[in-house]
T-cell receptor, first 112, second 113 residues
Framework: SQKIEQNSEALNIQEGKTATLTCNYTNYSPAYLQWYRQDPGRGPVFLLLIRENEKEKRKERLKVTFDTTLKQSLFHITASQPADSATYLCAPPSGGYQKVTFGTGTKLQVIP | DAGITQSPRHKVTETGTPVTLRCHQTENHRYMYWYRQDPGHGLRLIHYSYGVKDTDKGEVSDGYSVSRSKTEDFLLTLESATSSQTSVYFC????????????FGDGTRLSIL
C-alpha cells in the first residue's frame, strides 16, 4: 500500500539557518506533491506544489525538490525565522477529486 | 483566506448521542472533504463530496455519514458517538481543475465522554 514518511521527531534549528524537511514515499509514483504548513489550533495552509517533471520549485524563502528516483521530496526554508515554527505536512495525490494523503508532519522549531 | 466556516468549534458530548458538524463555504468550490486529525496518525480522510448530493467514503468512514444538499454546506454526522471518535475534525474545499490544493477550515474539537 502507499506509504508516506516524514521525520516524526521535531527539528530544532537556530534562527538564520536553513531548515530541511524530508518526505519519503513508497509503493507509488505521484504525479505531484503538495506541501502544507499547520500552526497549533489551525487548519493546514497550502504552501507549494511540485510536479514530477519539476526538479525544484521556489517561493520566496521556500524551496521544494522532487526526486522521483529516490522517491523523496525535500522542503527547505532558508534564513529561517521564529515565525517559521510550525508543523509541515507533505501530501501526494491519492486518487481523483483532488484527494491527497497527508504525511504525519514534521514539527519545526526555530530558536532565536 | 478561503471562506470556510466550521461549526461548532468545540463540542463535548456523551457516548451514544448523535452529533452533526457543519462546514460552510463561500467559495463555490465543487469538492469538499472531512478529515480527522489524531496524534500519531496525521490527517485522515473520512468522507468527501464531488458535487451536490455526490459523496464517497474515505479511509476512515465507519461510524460517520455525510450529506451535501447545497454547494456551500457539507455536514458530517456521527450517528451514535463513541469515545474513539474524540478528535479534531477539519473540513477542506478544493476547486475541480487539476492539481488544485485544498483549503482548510480551523477545525472542530470534539470530545466524547
Amino acid at each position: 500500500s502507499q506509504k508516506i514518511e516524514q521525520n516524526s521527531e521535531a527539528l530544532n534549528i537556530q534562527e538564520g539557518k536553513t531548515a530541511t524537511l524530508t518526505c519519503n514515499y513508497t509503493n507509488y509514483s505521484p504525479a505531484y506533491l503538495q506541501w502544507y504548513r499547520q500552526d497549533p489550533g489551525r487548519g493546514p495552509v497550502f504552501l507549494l506544489l511540485i510536479r514530477e517533471n519539476e526538479k525544484e520549485k521556489r517561493k520566496e524563502r521556500l524551496k521544494v525538490t522532487f526526486d522521483t528516483t529516490l522517491k523523496q521530496s525535500l522542503f527547505h526554508i532558508t534564513a529561517s525565522q521564529p515565525a517559521d515554527s510550525a508543523t509541515y505536512l507533505c501530501a501526494p495525490p491519492s486518487g481523483g477529486y483532488q484527494k491527497v494523503t497527508f504525511g504525519t508532519g514534521t514539527k519545526l522549531q526555530v530558536i532565536p | 483566506d478561503a471562506g470556510i466556516t466550521q461549526s461548532p468549534r468545540h463540542k463535548v458530548t456523551e457516548t451514544g448521542t448523535p452529533v452533526t458538524l457543519r462546514c460552510h463555504q463561500t467559495e463555490n468550490h465543487r469538492y469538499m472533504y472531512w478529515y480527522r486529525q489524531d496524534p500519531g496518525h496525521g490527517l485522515r480522510l473520512i468522507h468527501y463530496s464531488y458535487g451536490v448530493k455526490d459523496t464517497d467514503k474515505g479511509e476512515v468512514s465507519d461510524g460517520y455519514s455525510v450529506s451535501r444538499s447545497k454547494t456551500e454546506d457539507f455536514l458530517l454526522t456521527l450517528e451514535s458517538a463513541t469515545s474513539s471518535q474524540t478528535s479534531v475534525y477539519f473540513c477542506a474545499i478544493s476547486e475541480s481543475q487539476d492539481n488544485q490544493p485544498q483549503h482548510f477550515g480551523d477545525g472542530t474539537r470534539l470530545s466524547i465522554l
